[in-house]
Every structure is written in C-alpha cells, then in structure tokens.
C-alpha cells in the first residue's frame, strides 16, 4: 500500500498524499453525490451532498483531507438522511423541469440514486435565460450557484468570466461584465457547460446535457486544430455528431478545450462540403466520377515526368493529414514518381524550429514533455499567444502562473499571457536574435550560467562570450526597443530560476533570420544547464497545427526520409530501400516555395496539393496563384472549394479529422490515436486511400494496407520510430518519440544522459544580429503582423463554416490610438491595406495590444487578402517565410 491508507466501509484504501476523502470514497468504488465537487477543480464543501463520518465526526467529504489510519463510514442510515435531505433542499428550488426523465445532468442522476421524484421540485422559475450565445445557453431556473462554472472559468480556463450574482435563493452565474453571454469575455471553451450538475449550462442542440462524465458511448480521438493534441470523445447518433467532449484523462489537456476542438465541427455537415470529384473542362469545374478523375491525374502524371522527368512532378503535404498519410505521400513520391520533391506545410511556420532545435541538441522536436514544462519555477514565453492560439496549453501555463511561477513575456503585442507577466518585452519585430543576445550577455555577466554544465555537456562558449561582448544592454535597447531595465530583470528571473522552461512560437520562426532565432534562443537553456538536466525544461516550440511535427517525422520532407535521416546519405537510402525495394533518389527535391518559382519558370509540370489553401495561407498569394495558374496540372485535395482548389484542374474530395483512421503527433512529440468517429459525406476519401487510389492508376502497389500498416512500415525506415503501433497506442495512450523499443516507454525528456549530436553534446551557437527583410520607410511607414485569434484557425475553413464566425465574423486590423489618430482612422471604418507586393481590405480596430507603428491582423478570412500583403523573403537557412515583418501603409476605402 502507497501513499495515506485508510479505511472507507471496512475497505483499506490508499491515496496519494494531499487527496480528499471524497476521492478516498471514491477508490473504494463507493459513489457519494457531490454536486459543487469536480476533481478539476478547489473544492468548496458549500452543497454538502457527501457527508461521511471520519473517526466520529461528520464532515463533508470534498473539503477534508485524507489522514493516514482514518476510519470512515458513508454508509449508516443517518448519513443517508442527511444526504438525501441535502438533495432535497437543493431540488425543492427548482421547477419540475429540473428532473425531467430527458435531462442527463448529475443531480437527475443523483435523485434518481435517491429515489427523489420530479414531485419533489416545487420551483416557480421565472427567472428566464441567455441563448444569445452559439455554443453555450443558460437556463438561470436550473442554476444552484454551486460555483462550479465560475471555478472552472477561473481555475482551469484563466479567462474569469463569470461570477454569481443576487442574494440568497436568487443566487445565479452571469457573466461577469453584465449582460449577454456572447458579449462577455467567455472564450467558449466549454468548461461550464462540462461542469455544470443541473443543466443551467448546456449546449444547445441534441448534444444539449452531455459531459464529460455522462454521456453514451463515444469514439476517442485527437483534436485535429492545434498542436496542443486534445483527447476528444466523439459522441454521434445516426451518422451526425452530437457532442465533442473533452476526455477527462487526456494526457495534454486533462478534461479541458477550446472552442474549436469542444464546438467548430458544424463544417462536417455544411453544404459546401466536397463529396465528388471535379475535373476542370474548357475552363470550368465539374463533377466526374473517381475512377475518370484517377485516370487524368496519372494520365498528367506520366506526362509531366516524360517532358520534364520525375523533379517536374512535386507535393504538398498536410499537416492536417495524420502521420499514416504523410507518411504515404512522401513514398508515393519517392517510389512511383522518383523524386524528392516533397514538403509539407511545416515550411511556413516551424522549419526554422527543426533547424535550429537540431542543430543545438541534435533532434528536430522540444527537449520536454510539456507536462514538466508545466512544473518550471519560471517561464520564459517567446513569440507566441497561447491563450488564443494554443488555448487548452496557455490556461495551463497561466494557472502554472497564478500559483507562483515567474513569467517572462517577449512579444510586441500586449495580449494573452503577456498580461499577467512579471516583466513584458516588447521587441521590434525582427530583432529576437538581438533580444536573445542581449539576455545571454546579462547571464554571462552575471554569472548566472551553469558553469559545470558548460564545461561537460556544451560546446561553442568561448565563441559565443567573443560574440556577447558585443550584446551589452544599452545595444540592445537601441535595436529592439526593449528598456535596458527590463531586460536586465528578465535575464534574472531566468538566471535566478532554480527550473525555468523556454516555450516559443512562431514569432521567434516566421523571420528572415527564423532559425538564427531559434539557435540563440535555445543557448539561454544551455547557458542556464536548463536542458537534459532537473535544473530545468529546456525549449519547447508551440506548433501551429495538428499535425506540424508528425508530417515532417514521416519524411514529407524535400531532404529527410522519415525520422530525419538525409537523402544525401547512403546508409539512410540504403535503409529505405531495404524497405521500399526500390532506388531513392540521393538529390534532395525543391521546398515549397522553390515549387512555385519553378511552376512560374516552366520547370514544374504536375503539383498536388493535399489539405492546404496554399492561395490563402502562403505569402505572396499573387504569385502563388500566377505560380499554380503556370504549371500544366494542379491536383488539389479538400474539403471544401477552396481559393486554391479553384485554381486546380481536379479536385478530390477529402476527409477530415473527425472521419479518419490513424495518428497525429502534437507539439511536445506525442503519438496520439486518431480515429473515425463518422462516416465521410458522398464519396469523400482519405488522403491514405486517395493516395492509394492514384497509385493503382499508375500501375504501382504501394503496401501499407491500413494506417496501422503504414506506421509499421515507417519504424522499419525510422528507428526512433520502431517501438510505436497502432495496437500498443490504443492500448497505452499517448506515447512519445523517440521510442525505438516496443517494450520500453518514449523519451519524454531528452538528453538527460546525452545530446543527439555527433559528439554528444549541446552546441552553443555564435550567431550576430542581422536586420529583418523588410523595413518601414516614408512610403510604407508601419510593419505589419500577422497570426492567430482565438475562435478561428488558419485560413478558417472549417471554423467559418459554423457558430465561431458569430463569434468573430470580420478580420480586423488592430492599430494603436496614436497611428488612428495620425492617419485619421475611426474605429470600424473600412481599410484599404497597402503593401510593396499587394493589397488587402480589412476593419479598423483601435487598441493599445500594439505599439505606434505596427499594426496585427489575422489570416483567417482569405477574401481579406492578407497574405496578398506579405512577401517572399524567407529565413536564409529553410526558406521559412518572413510573416511577422511586412511593411504597410492605410488607405481608407
């Protein structure tokens, strides 16, 4: 026995220490009603509803700690009395509605344990509700104020929305700044609707009632939005999803999401979903049937690679896609066309992140589990917004926050965490390398560096400390704006630390110098001996989408097979055609943005793209499109019509998250099951039996059978890989890499013996600040942002397609008072957004979020023509684009 043991109903029971006796009850299978109780949650003891006897005394369970050798009983006739008369007190309140047969809530099922009818429910109501909201509705006649809502919105969300208002039996949650709840500041995670004992708080529709503890029988799956990986449990009826619930035992966000994950899947059923083939003839799209949409791609196919030969064929893969498809894609372009031109859309945010990562400490992923991360004493936050864009993992960094830790935030705007942070850097955009020099000179000179670590388990400090000298910090004020003051406290905070963690997003990749970023960012860990040791949680990069890292683990990589092994390098393609039984081809193939110059120069013949707008999401969109417009045949995969699909000459129906078989990797490198929870609409395929299919039409079997075939086909090519399977995930759960033995667990934290690189150990990088591509002048005076918001995701084509877009229906341009004021722009007029590659039209909104001079805007909305704005510069190591630094002027319309 382990832990405190006690004994519940003459039951030895053992819990951890710290546990309560409800949880104590609880373990020896005995079930108490516990209506203000959530084990997510403080307990508050306010309904007692689980009172027990521990060593005489009546208390309620919820609030009082388990003590070693305690007897306690739950089961005599007076504490069932008492309980029973709790209930009642509660329940008499309420009107008869409350316990209607329909209603799934908790107290339902506790009164129904109890034998307690509707009769007992003598409550006029009256008090009426708030349905003005998409996704959450308040019946305020069913609310027990038993705070379990405010709770959730405090404790575990972070947002403080809501609040319990009135006195005594009028006590009910309102949200927090008065009137409607979709005016509030409620981010729509859904964590009260999950809480909620009654059914005050419910989602509207057939899902209406269901939590994350009372519901039927559903299918678990992966969150298919961000890189957070989200356990989702999938209930439907019919065909139709009813309810996403979040899994209680998720392992990255515990019974928690977001608004996308929770709520945005009304696109699986829109209108506007693909669900046949199109072929474009004379100069229209139209449906045809797949095996004549098969036969014109590899008729196109073979075409392209007899004119130009195999490099004029190339592919985009997705990070939607799972691992098994990502995985697919890249062999079919290896073995049926024979070249390396393949990518994925990794590319355009996290490239840098690979590169640099690897070259610091030897493998292309965060060096912790996020789980440990979560456990720093202080944390640094660079170039990301978690709170919106990762939502599940910045409620879980704030609340690491507002229990102690130390928060450092390096953002030009002042969102998000960033409002809750000890000191806030707010650098020029484009000057992080300068930032992280800057913070790196203050260890050094303060000693706040670990040297033992230094000397054993690093190389390159002598040439960095040469390099620093040069970072004092009255330099680096004057490059990045930031007050010498603040970054000499932020470097203390971070030297000081006894477990500081680095997490960073793409603000620190999305640059010329991305991966220069990455690298000197990464040395503070070093400095700090805060990587593969307990003196802290490393770097961590937030990734963008679902599935960012497992596409690039799977090989969809101009110049890696799977698990990051080069082309270049004969053992690796010997590996791989061991496997394969086919020639590899040693060259590495064309990036991405490489296949759309040579689409403009004629050398690009045949171009799939699967699962990305590319016209919407990449920079430049003029020449993007002027690019697929040039190349002879353009395949698009999708699931709905997208800007890029209109420019395709066929397009096959796809499947999304929710309808697929396979695995997704998130963000801290964790294998996750994903699984079909629906049937696709029409004849949608996946991108595995889409890949598949063309294929066959060329007269190649490609094996992998199955998704589970194909991840055990990719740990044969990949060691890191060789212990993963689709039978041992759905038996384990979540798994990280590398995990190259089936009988051992994945390496959550690297390194703590050795680092990856060739001579094991970290390598300190000695890298000078250079100037960001572009640069404000009389002409184009301010610099332009772009990124994430919180209710939608990327180029919004699943999220606009249902409640989110009443919850943020426009794109807006976010401009500080004092550039308002010079260009005399009011808040909400109509802007005509100018820069030296192209124009964009969006909706004035005055705040101080940015600072004079820059101006932040999303990409959500592609009508908008954002990313008509931004140029082709990209990081002069992996031709990341330059995202985070376009110089613009305004112009009213």
């Known amino acids: 026995m382990t832990g405190i043991g006690l004994e519940v109903d003459g039951t030895d029971v053992a819990v951890p220490e710290g546990a309560s006796l409800l949880a104590a009850v609880r373990a020896a299978g005995i079930e108490l009603p516990a209506l203000c109780s959530d084990d997510r949650l403080s307990p508050t003891g306010s309904c007692r509803t689980c009172l027990v006897r521990a060593d005489g005394q009546i208390a309620a369970a919820c609030v009082t700690p388990a003590v070693s050798g305690a007897r306690v009983d739950t089961a005599t006739d007076d504490l069932r009395q008492l309980r029973r008369e709790a209930v009642e007190v509660i329940v008499s309140a309420l009107p008869p509605r409350a316990l209607a047969p329909g209603n799934p809530s908790e107290l339902v099922h506790v009164c129904r344990s109890m034998g307690i009818g509707p009769e007992a429910a003598q409550g006029a109501g009256g008090l009426g509700g708030d349905d003005s909201h998409p996704y959450v509705h308040l019946d305020r006649d069913l609310c027990i104020a038993c705070g379990r809502c405010v709770r959730m919105c405090a404790e575990v969300q972070g947002t403080f929305a809501l609040t319990l208002v009135g006195r005594g039996a009028d006590t009910v949650v309102a949200p927090g700044t008065g009137g409607g709840w979709a005016e509030s500041d409620c981010v729509a995670c859904g964590g009260c609707v999950d809480t909620c004992p009654t059914g005050a708080i419910t989602e509207p529709g057939p899902g209406s009632g269901l939590t994350s503890v009372r519901r039927p029988t559903a299918t678990r799956t992966t969150c298919g939005y961000c890189g957070v990986g989200c356990s989702l449990d999938v209930v439907t009826s019919d065909g139709e999803v009813f309810a996403v619930l979040p899994a209680r035992d998720g392992s990255a966000n515990q019974g928690h999401a977001c608004v996308k994950g929770r709520f945005a899947h009304g696109y699986l059923t829109s209108p506007e979903r693909l669900t046949r083939p ?20 590899a008729r196109g196919l073979r075409e392209a690679v007899r004119v130009g030969g195999a490099d004029a064929v190339a592919a985009i893969s997705s990070a939607r896609a799972t691992n098994e498809e990502n995985y697919l894609v890249q062999k079919f372009m290896r073995v049926v066309i024979g070249s390396n031109n393949v990518d994925n859309c990794s590319r355009l945010c996290h490239s840098p992140s690979a590169a640099g990562l690897t070259a610091s400490f030897g493998l292309p992923g965060g060096t912790d589990g996020f789980d440990d991360v979560e456990r720093s004493d202080c944390l640094l936050v660079v170039g990301a917004n978690p709170v919106e864009a990762h939502p599940v993992v910045g409620a879980r960094l704030l609340r690491r926050v507002l229990h102690g830790a130390k928060l450092v935030v390096a953002d030009p705007r002042a969102v998000g965490l960033a409002l809750h942070a000890d000191v806030h850097l707010r650098p020029r955009p484009g000057t992080n390398v300068a930032l992280f020099n800057g913070l790196g000179h203050i260890l050094l000179a303060e000693g706040l560096t670990d040297e033992e670590f230094l000397r054993r388990r690093a190389t390159g400090l002598p040439e960095l400390t040469e390099l620093l000298d040069d970072y004092p910090p009255d330099r680096v004020a004057d490059i990045t704006g930031v007050p010498a003051a603040d970054l000499v406290a932020a ?23 991305g991966t220069d970023g990455v690298r000197s960012l990464a040395n503070l860990a070093i400095l700090h001996g805060a990587v593969g040791t307990d003196h802290g949680h490393g770097v961590s990069p937030l990734r963008g989408q679902n599935n960012v890292q497992g596409a690039s683990d799977m090989g969809a990589l101009p110049d890696c097979l799977p698990g990051y092994g080069k082309v270049t390098d004969p053992a690796v393609r ?38 990305e707008d590319v016209c919407a999401t990449d920079p430049d969109a003029n020449r993007v499109a002027a690019a697929l417009d040039a190349c002879p045949l353009v395949v698009c995969s999708e699931l709905f019509l997208s800007e890029t699909a209109r420019h395709a000459d066929v397009v096959l129906p796809a499947t999304s998250w929710l309808e697929k078989d396979g695995t997704f990797v998130n963000f801290d490198r964790r294998f996750q099951r994903v699984r079909p929870a629906v049937r696709p609409p029409g004849q949608a395929r996946s991108d595995f039996d ?31 890989f060789a212990g993963l399977a689709h039978d041992r995930l759905d038996r384990e759960g979540a798994i990280p890499w590398p995990c190259p033995d089936p009988g051992r667990p994945g390496e959550a934290k690297l390194y703590e013996e050795r680092f990856a690189t060739p001579d094991g150990r970290a390598r ?113 190591v992996t031709s990341c684009p330059e995202y985070k630094v376009t110089a613009v002027r305004l112009a009213a319309l």
């Open 690 to 720: 889409a890949v598949h299919a063309v294929a066959a039409a060329m007269g190649v079997d490609l094996g992998c059978r199955t998704p589970a075939d194909a991840l055990t086909d990719c740990g044969r090519i990949a060691p890191v």
């Open 764 to 876: 300190l990088a000695a890298v000078p600040y250079l100037p960001p591509g572009e640069h404000p002048d009389d002409d184009y005076p301010l610099v332009l942002v772009t990124g994430r918001r919180w209710a939608h995701y990327n180029s919004g084509s699943m999220t606009r397609r249902g409640g989110n877009l009443a919850l943020d229906p426009v794109d807006v341009l976010d401009l500080h008072p004092h550039d308002a004021l010079r260009y005399d722009v009011r808040d909400g007029a109509q802007l005509t957004v100018e820069s030296r590659h192209g124009k964009a039209r969006l909706i004035a909104r005055i705040s101080e979020q940015t600072v004079p001079g820059q101006v932040f805007c999303s990409f959500h909305f592609p009508t908008s023509g954002v990313n008509r704005l931004t140029s082709d510069r990209a990081d002069t």
């Open 574 to 611: 010997a590996r791989a055609e061991a496997v394969w039984g086919v020639p590899v081809p040693e060259r590495p193939g064309l990036r991405i943005p490489d296949m759309f110059a040579a689409a403009r120069a004629g050398r690009l013949r045949a171009l799939w793209v699967i699962g």
């Open 491 to 513: 470097a203390r905070l971070y030297g000081r630390a006894r477990r500081p963690g680095i997490v960073y997003g793409l603000g620190v990749t999305e640059h010329l110098h």
């Open 278 to 297: 199109l072929l474009r003839r004379d100069g229209r799209l139209e449906p045809v049937g797949w095996d004549e949409a098969l036969d014109h791609v």
